[in-house]
Structures are given as C-alpha cells and as structure tokens.
C-alpha cells in the first residue's frame, strides 16, 4: 500500500533542482502580491528577494546532499531531509556564524513566512484531488475520530506550555 | 547523470502554470475574515489566509474533475521539495532567540508530550461512541502524518483495521487539516484563553504546512511577539520532528493499546470497513 517508490538519484535530483528554482520564482511573485495587498511599507520586487532565494537554495541543497551522504553511509538511520535543512539553518543562524547570522537576517526578513507557504498549499491543493475520493469513503467516525486527534495534539501541547510557562515565570 | 538530464525538463509545466494561476488567485483574495454570530450575540470569529484559499481552490478544481490525475499525482511529490524552503525560514528563527529559547527551554521539552493528547481525547469517541474497533487504534495514536504511517505499517501491516485507521486519518488529514488548523488557531487567538507563547509552541506538531496554518494567525495578530513566535514555533516543530517517532513508538501507542483494552471492555465493537481504495494511495517520503 505504501509504495516506496525506489527512483533513481538522477530523478530525485532533477525533481529537487526544478522544483526549488520554479517554486522560488513563485514564492517570490507571491511575496510581493502578498506586500501589495497587505499595504506593506516597502513592497520588494521578485529580483529584490533572489539573494534570500539563493541562500536559501544553497542551504537546502547542501542538507539534501549530506542526507544523501548519510543515508548512504548508514541506510538504516532513517532521518527526514527536513531535519538536516532545519538544524543546519538553525546553527547557520545563531550569532557566532556573523556574517552568515547577519546576512542572513537581513535577506530573508524581505521575503515573508505565509507568501512561501502559499505555493506550497497549490501544489497540495492539486495533488490532494487524488485522495479526496478516498476521503469521501471515509466514514463519519474517522474523519471525527482524526479532526478530535488534531484538536487534541493542539489542546494538549498549549495547557503544558502554558502550565510550565507560568511556572518558570516566563510570562505573568 | 544520465536519468538527471533525461528528467531536468518543463514537461511538467502544466502543473507548474496551475500552481501559479491558484496561488496568484489566492493571494488576490487575500485574508478575509469572517465571523458567524450565533444565537444570544455569542460567536467565533476567524480569518482566512491567502494559503488555505490555494489549497481550498486545487482540492475544488480537483473535486470537479478539472484536473487531470497525472497532472495530481505530478504536484505530489513537489510539496516535499518546495516546503524546505519554508523550513529554512523558520528555522532562521532559532539562532537570534536562543536566549528566550533557553529560558523556555522546560516549556519547549514538556509541551512535546502535548502531542498524546490526540489519544485522550479521540480514543474515547472513537472506541464508546463510534465502536470503530481497532481501527480507532490507528486513527487516534497520532496526527497521522507519513511518519505515522509507517510505524502501523510495520507494526501492524496496513492491510489490517488499524492501517484502515490511519489511512482515513491521513486523507483526512491532506484535505482538511490546513483549513482546519487554521481556522482553530485563528479561534485560539482570539478567545484568549492561552498566552501567544503558548500556541507558538502548540502550532509546532511536525507538519510544516499544518504548522504554519496555525502559526499564521498568530503573527498576524502579534506583530510584536513575531520573532519569538515564529522561533518557538520552529523549535517545537524540529523537536516533533526529531522526537515524533520515539515518542509514538514507546508512548503513544503503548498508552493507546491500553487504552482501548479498558475502554472496548463493556463495549462491544462493531468494527470499521477496510478502505478499499487505500491502495491507490501513493505516501511521499517527505512529510509536509
């Protein structure tokens, strides 16, 4: 059922390289949609935002590379790409790295954090189509039993953080 | 090299020309916000952001047959690639707060056990009111992200009740847990009964496109607060990330399985059918 498509690393890799540049390109006509719309006080360009894009490509490429590396290093350690992205950009944006902290800050406060989510959801949104008659099957009990978990993870995580946020005096 | 230069083309720009038209469209529309006053003057508010429209208008447009299911099963595997972008600015975040970071360090660590609460609040419903049987074991351990799926698959194969369960949930899931969490997170924010930290850190369940639905509304609310929202958020969403898969493995199931022996005791289960199309469901690698 889980089909664990084995592509080729050629494939995977042209898939990453096009899909990045493409959806960069969209991220940043929606970024200045996005300021337009909102009546931003400097509304930036899509040339205005390649330098955060680029950074941002290198990173992404890079982590994709290590995970390759490790995964074919120790291919039972299975760990996510998204997890290499994030704890390399996260080390990257600390205050020791400074030019790259700085730099970095700086570019990518230009681009903003929901017009690059929202080429995202398209693809999402035209690719969900192919689970939604699988979806209307579903009957009532699983669609609430899932809304009912969701609520749950959301619900859960805030009274914890809330309790021990209160607790260790972090906020009144 | 050779598999690379045959599958670096724009054969595929079709999918890539209606990703743009949609999210041009939804950008357009941009955050609306609507409120449904029910009876006594009481209601909830929430808005809408530009996002939850482009994936509202791509699961309509696919509803109506108007999009072909190459052209779906193509944009598939582009929502892994393209949501690292995303990671990278969130996770940009971490580094200039690491001292609020560090003195909510407790909170941080503490509020991933959140994350069970999916079981205590939908095994109940799924095993004493619906009676779904085993099945309710795979719909209510977890979110039901990809990661989910493949520790049923291996612990219980998917052929089986709680492979049902967790195949519903994810569906479910694609299609409606963005919209879902953003108009829950949007209703959060304006009820006040939890500090802006506090769902920051609620919004990081190890989606990226879940968490920035439930993150939106709360920068947007916040503008203030937006660098540390968006640093708790990430570090949340990085440590569901790393911690996810334990976490289920050696708690969230386990409590589960209990969970339902003392519930299904008295009450007797009426069981799930399979889901017979689940195997037209191709499950990406790469988690959104």
Known sequence: MTENKTESMGKVWANRIKVLLISGILASIANMIYEWRTHAATIHMPWEVFPALLYMFIIVVVSCLLHDLIARLFPKLKVPVILYVALITTILSFPFTGWFATTMATEFAKIGLLPLCTPILAYAGISAGKDLDTFKEQGFAIVCTAILAFIGTYIGSAIIAEIVLRLTHVIL | ?288
């Open chain 2, 1 to 288: 090299m050779k598999d690379f230069k045959e599958n670096f083309n724009l054969k595929d720009w079709k999918v890539h020309v209606l990703c743009l038209v949609i999210m041009v469209i939804a950008e357009l529309i941009g955050t609306q916000k609507i409120s449904i006053t029910g009876p006594g003057g009481k209601g909830i508010a929430f808005s809408l952001i530009p996002m939850l429209f482009a994936i509202i208008i791509g699961i309509v447009l696919g509803g109506t047959k108007r999009i072909s299911r190459k052209t779906m099963e193509t944009a598939s595997p582009y929502i892994g690639i393209c949501v690292m972008f995303l990671i990278v600015k969130l996770s940009c975040s971490i580094g200039p707060a690491w001292k609020s970071i560090v003195a909510a360090g407790p909170a941080l660590i503490l509020q991933e056990f959140g994350n069970l609460g999916t079981i205590l609040l939908s095994m109940p419903l799924a095993v004493l009111v619906f009676r779904m049987g085993r099945a309710s074991i795979g719909a209510a351990f977890s979110i039901s992200r990809e990661p989910s799926i493949a520790i049923v698959g291996e612990k219980y194969g998917l052929d089986g009740p709680e492979g049902s369960g967790v195949m519903g949930a994810y569906v479910t899931g694609t299609v409606l847990g963005t919209i879902f969490y953003g108009i829950l997170a949007s209703i959060f924010v304006g009820a006040k009964i939890f500090h802006p930290y506090s769902l920051a850190m609620a919004a990081g369940m190890g989606s990226a496109s879940m968490l920035t639905a439930a993150l939106a509304p709360l920068v947007e609310a916040f503008p203030d607060m937006a660098d540390e929202i968006q640093a708790f958020a990430s570090t949340s969403n990085t440590l569901t990330n790393a911690d996810g898969l334990y976490m289920s493995l050696l708690i969230g199931l386990p409590l589960t399985e209990w969970m339902y022996k003392k519930l299904s005791k008295n009450h007797p289960q009426k069981g799930v059918k399979p889901v017979e199309a689940a195997s037209d469901i191709v499950v990406e690698k790469e988690d959104i």
